[in-house]
């Protein structure tokens, strides 16, 4: 049986400084979708709800057109959940919006959901109170000392290995990839062959923003405090825990 043969590090990084020679960020595709929803006679709620969603598929389509044009293919597989142990920030805005999504899942995805996290929260509460007191602004090895601890994602199945939330997984997630033997995420914490197509988060939150914009100046943002929301940021496992609001 023929041995696979995966990427190098070193292919890999030559690939990707090819990026902008190769590729061109869509970004009509991005504020596309916050102008057709920002036309859409329906509710507030429902209108920011499919943004959002439609937002984070842009996001994974623009990673698979970067893949194609670099010709490059993901190894990651579904139930590898190395990287579901990293610390993940987002704002609150990002935070409202997840949990409003899944509070519209069905009724049973959504239960599973809810007790999970209150076991979750009561395995781990204590020892994720002392890891985000570290301050991820200006503490250097914040990321290595969680990972270090080993607490999965609030959002990780632990029996399966699987987003319990997948299609709204936020950007930290969504574009972090690796393209090389899929080993170098369990012998390395961090390895350096993954990458990072975060830099998508600009185009994102721009869209995002915008329409929040739009809303504003229509006088109703819904469940979103507006500007507020956007600059207030924190790890995920705050923004879920049960008694946040």
């Given at each position: ?55 984070l ?55 599973k ?44 199945n ?13 950007l ?20 350096k ?53």
């Open positions: 049986m023929e041995k696979l043969r995966f990427l190098t590090y070193e292919e890999i990084q030559n690939k990707c400084e090819r990026l902008s020679d190769v590729y061109e960020i869509d970004e009509e595709k991005f504020y596309g979708v916050v102008e057709k929803w920002a036309n859409e006679e329906t509710a507030i709620e429902s209108k920011l709800l499919a943004s959002f969603e439609e937002l598929q842009v996001v994974s389509n623009e990673i698979t057109s970067m893949e194609a044009a670099l010709e490059m293919k993901p190894t990651c597989r579904m139930g590898c959940a190395f990287c579901c142990y990293f610390p993940i920030i987002v704002n609150e805005m990002e935070a409202k919006l997840m949990k409003k999504a899944i509070g519209h899942f069905p009724e049973e995805r959504r239960g959901i809810q007790s999970h996290l209150l076991t979750y929260y009561q395995k781990y509460g204590e020892q994720l109170d002392r890891l985000t007191a570290l301050d991820f602004e200006t503490e250097n090895n914040f990321k290595r000392t969680y990972i270090d601890r080993q607490i999965p994602c609030p959002m990780l632990p029996e399966t290995n699987q987003c319990m939330a997948y299609e709204i997984r936020p930290p997630c969504r574009t972090y990839m690796n393209y090389t033997d899929p080993k170098v995420c369990f012998e390395n914490v961090m390895p062959e993954t990458v990072s197509f975060e830099f998508l988060y600009e185009q994102y939150m721009g869209a995002l923003n915008e329409f929040m914009q739009f809303l504003s100046e229509e006088g109703d943002t819904g469940f979103v405090d507006y500007p507020n929301d956007i600059y207030a940021t924190d790890y995920l496992v705050n923004w879920l825990r049960p008694s946040q609001r």
